[in-house]
């Protein structure tokens, strides 16, 4: 059986969260303003990446039963 989280490590777990979904927003927002492809396609990158981990960090979550 795999031991839940303290409450504090689910506060921290949810600070990062938050701080990742932040990041994936700015680059969304900043994203049209970017006129070099090479710099375009490294954001594009990032932020399939930091969306796949946040995905990642969602389905800890709810595996330690948190909403």
Same mark, same amino acid.
Do not use: T, W, Y
């Given at each position: ?33 970017? /006129? ?15 969306? /796949? ?5 969602? /389905? ?8």
């Amino acid at each position: 059986m795999a031991s839940k989280l303290a409450p504090h490590e689910a506060l921290e777990l949810h600070e990062l969260m938050d701080c990742e979904i932040s990041v994936v927003k700015k680059l969304k927002a900043s994203l049209p303003m970017v /006129q070099d492809n090479e710099l375009k396609e490294f954001m594009e990158n990032r932020i399939r990446n930091k969306s /796949q981990q946040i995905d990642e960090m969602i /389905q800890f979550a709810k595996s330690q039963g948190i909403e």
